[in-house]
Every structure is written in C-alpha cells, then in structure tokens.
C-alpha cells in the first residue's frame, strides 16, 4: 500500500486520467544497471536455448513417442543435479537437457492438440510468449523491490493448491470438477504473477551479486511451462464446448 493514494475524485479515490500519461518513462530502467543488463541478457538467451530444447522435446515425443516413466524420472534427477553441480558448462548442459526431458514430458499433451487443432498449440504458444513479455516488462519498469510481497502470498497460494488436492484425494474425488477449474484458473494467475515476481528476484539477486544466470534461467522457463500447459487446456476446453454447441444447434 502506498501512501498519498486517497484523494478526491471516484468515490475517494485518485483519478488515474487526471495527469498525463508519460511515455518517456516505460523506456526507463534507472534501477538496472549495466552489470544487471548484462545479467539478463545472459538469463534471456539462456531461457531462449531452453525453451528451443523444449520445443524439440515436444517434436521427438510427436516422432518417436518417447515419454514416459523413464523421461520423468530423469526430469527429476536432472532438476535435482542442477542445484548440486557448481561448474557452468555442466549446468548449461543440465538445463538444456531439463528443456529437452519437459518437452518430452508435455509431448502427448501438445501432439494430442495439436493432431485435431493446431491452431490451439499455437495460440496457446502465442500468448505465453505475449504474458511472459508483459508482465517480465511490467516487473523491470516496476521500481526496485516493488513485487517482492508477492512472494509469500504465491507460496500460501501454492500450499492452498497442495492442500485442496490432498482433500479431494482423501475425500475420493468428490470435489474434482471444482477443484480442476480452480487449479487451471487459479494456477494461470498464479503463475502469471511469478513472472512478475521471480524477475524482480532475478533483478535483486543480480544487484546483490546472487545466483548465476542458470538457475534464474530455470525458475522462468518453469513460469514459462505452467503458463503454456494452462493456456493450452483452457483453450482445447472452450472450443470443445463450442463444437459441442454446434452440434446441439444443427441436432
């Protein structure tokens, strides 16, 4: 909460037409120095790579149907690596391997989309990439420290989400329908907001010398799957109920 934001006007609250909007200050990043530039530019190429892995993940489970028990056990014993091995060059190549093993992993969901809607995966594509930008911007205009709140309440969200699960398996599946849209909604939110947070902790670490460009790399192609996977299965729902639609009109 900011001080000062009360003022007359709208019910008591501040007008937001009543100063002119200024332009000159989105291409402002006083708070990012060079080194912090430099920092993230290395995170972005290196979430770039990644995400290419990813998408030849998705490519060689559509080809070869390689997912599977194997792919995820590997997924995770390579996350796992990823916090133990110090050297660079060993965590580069971890990373890009998590990228590959996550696209081999979401492959039977994309090709299964893909198959009867192509157009879905990539409107899904699409709008990750317009979010992740959007609110990756918004974080770096933002000034310094700004979002960093949202940490806690992401956490508590997350442990909700856990928690809800957790019930509806002791309870049998009773609340499964409700708790599915919850955790789809619920979770495109939340994961949108990590975006906005986890780059101002990319930004923070990098001022105070913390963390290397890898590991911040991880944490927003991690952003960048939920969001997608999200996309994805919200937009397969709706044109499912608008086939259906069409069909009871023509019956």
């Not at 937001?16 to 995170?43: C, E, Y």
């Not at 790579?49 to 599977?68: E, F, I, P």
């Not at 911007?137 to 699960?165: D, N, P, Q, W």
Request: overall charge positive; proline content about 2%; hydrophobic content about 50%.
């Amino acid at each position: 909460m900011h001080g000062g934001g009360y003022h007359g006007g709208f019910g008591g609250f501040a007008n937001p037409f009543s100063r002119p909007m200024d332009w000159n200050a989105l291409g402002k990043f006083d708070s990012i120095t060079p080194a912090v530039q430099q920092h993230l530019m290395r995170v972005y190429a290196c979430l770039s790579t990644g995400l290419m892995c990813l998408a030849l993940g998705v490519y060689m489970d559509g080809k070869h149907h390689v997912s599977g028990t194997m792919t995820q056990v590997l997924l995770l014993g390579m996350i796992f690596a990823l916090t133990m091995i110090k050297d660079l060059y060993n965590r580069l190549a971890i990373f890009h391997a998590v990228g590959l093993l996550m696209g081999c992993n979401l492959g039977p969901l994309v090709n299964q989309v893909a198959a009867f809607r192509p157009d879905i995966v990539m409107t899904a594509a699409m709008g990750t990439c317009t979010i992740f930008a959007c609110f990756s911007a918004a974080a770096m205009v933002a000034k310094r420290r700004e979002f960093l709140y949202l940490g806690g309440m992401l956490s508590s969200a997350i442990s909700m989400l856990f928690a809800a699960r957790f019930l509806n398996m002791i309870m049998g599946g009773a609340l499964s329908s409700g708790l599915f849209a919850v955790e789809l909604y619920g979770g495109l939110c939340m994961f949108m907001l990590y975006v906005v947070f986890d780059t101002q902790m990319i930004i923070e670490d990098a001022h105070n010398r913390r963390g290397d460009f890898v590991e911040h790399a991880m944490k927003l192609l991690t952003d960048f799957v939920a969001i997608f996977v999200r996309l994805l299965v919200i937009l397969t729902q709706n044109a499912e109920k608008r086939e259906r639609r069409e069909r009871d009109k023509r019956r």
